[in-house]
Every structure is written in C-alpha cells, then in structure tokens.
C-alpha cells in the first residue's frame, strides 16, 4: 500500500460534537466540515453516525447527567471531535466526558 494510498484510505470528514444546554432540554450538536465529502448525501445519516459513534464512546446517561446538572441554560458543552468516512468508518475521534469541575 503506498502512502497516498492509505492517506486516501484514512481520511475522512472530521465532525465537531456538544451537548447544548437549553431551560427544558439537552441538545445533541453536530458541527459539519464546510468542505464536507460529497459523498455524504443524506444529512440525517451521517447526523445519526456521528451520535452512534459518540455514544459508543462515552457513556452516554453519566454524561448528559453530568451536563444537566452542572451547565447552565445557554451554554454548550464539547465532547470532542469524530472522523468518519462516508460508508461509516470511523477514522478517529477525540471524545472526553467533559470535567465535573468545568
């Protein structure tokens, strides 16, 4: 495998993941790249891979009891970033439960 080769085969869209925090709810976010793949069509869909892949990594009930209990309305949380490529593969991530202290 040559190093294009595998740079072609590691890459991905990298996405930006919070929680936002209103008076009545928690709120997923996902922060789409402006130079997304063309081959992600379906917006709900890669939407969806993105809370899958987080939520496979973090455990997902401490995390957003943690953020209701210690982030004030109008304040977002980041959990970090998540790479993926279009049919799903994820590429990379760099997903923290956020600090009880922040």
Do not use: K, Y
């Not at 072609?8 to 919070?18: I, K, L, Q």
């Not at 209701?68 to 439960?97: I, M, N, Y």
């Amino acid at each position: 495998m040559t190093v294009e080769t595998l740079t072609e085969t590691m890459s991905g869209d990298t996405f930006g993941v919070g929680i936002g925090v209103t008076e009545t709810d928690l709120q997923f976010l996902v922060q789409v790249p402006s130079d997304i793949d063309s081959e992600w069509t379906n917006p709900e869909e890669f939407q969806r891979l993105v809370e899958q892949t987080v939520w496979e990594r973090l455990d997902q009930q401490a995390v957003l009891q943690q953020i209701a209990s210690t982030t004030p309305a109008g304040e977002t949380v980041r959990l970090g970033t998540v790479t993926l490529q279009p049919d799903g593969t994820v590429v990379a991530h760099s997903l923290e439960t956020p600090d009880a202290s922040e």
